[in-house]
């Protein structure tokens, strides 16, 4: 039974990295290449060969991407290299069947907004499962593990090298345009891997302690960890309750506490990473 249900994992991570390469690659090919805009990373370094050259993207991104796995494999885990490794193939064969698949649209404009959406959709569902594009993806990993830097940012910063040296084939307001394009990426990668299912963590100092955290566990499914806590004014011992739970549990959540205590004093805090029992790793 544990056997199959990590295959039924695996398969689930397959599948999004397969279709976020599949958005990653229409973003490219529909909106960015049209509207004669750059990109980040290993694809923005691919473009600036097929302006200059007509060197084909989804040749130039392999290689790229092969040398740069090489270089910071001993950063991945092992699941986090074979799903990188299924990404960079993917992308490559996605980029090439999507190749006539362009939209020349009149307004630049849209093109850089949905160029940047999709791409930023396509970076953060491989990233969501623990894979990565290569690429400059794998640096900002890297910063994101040692210097505790959102990976949606250090990925940003790396891009914008990138776009600096494509100032050389295509003019500063379509630069300037692609700036726009990777931070509307940022928004949208940040949307899906810290968004979709965003968490808060809940401090509960109540005088009935006990019948909240049975509410906790029984009715919400969230474990609950109890501190020993002394009032300053008061010197009275109590029990201070500590939970994090899903935002869409929130609500609920409070409107259970003050039907148990009314006087009970919660404070909700923001929480940007979870990891372990319940809560998704990503690794």
Known sequence: MKAIKNLNLSLKSIFFVLLGSLIFSLAVNMFIIPANL?????????????????????ITTLIMNIVLLIVGYQFL????MTLTIISIVALSIFLKLTEPLQLHLKEV???????????????GMIVLVGGTTAGTTILARIAHKYLD?????????????VVAISLTVIPV???LLTVLSLYIGTKSMDLIIEGVNPKKAITIISQKPDPIARMLDEDIGRGITILNG???YTKRETEVLYCVINKL??????????????????????VRDVLGNGFINED
């Open 149 to 161: 830097v959102s990976t949606s940012y250090a990925l940003l910063f790396f891009d914008l090298i």
């Open 173 to 175: 307001e379509k630069a």
């Open 249 to 270: 549990q929130l609500t609920k959540t409070k409107r259970m506490i003050k039907q148990i205590d009314e006087d009970a004093f919660v404070v909700v805090h923001d």
């Open 109 to 123: 404009l849209v093109s850089t907004i949905f160029g940047g959406f999709m791409v930023g959709v396509g970076i």
């Open 77 to 80: 885990s092992k699941r986090s």
């Open 38 to 58: 750059g990109e980040g990373g290993v694809t923005g370094m691919s473009l600036i060969f097929l302006y200059s050259f007509g060197w084909s993207p989804a």
């Open 230 to 232: 002394r009032g300053y």
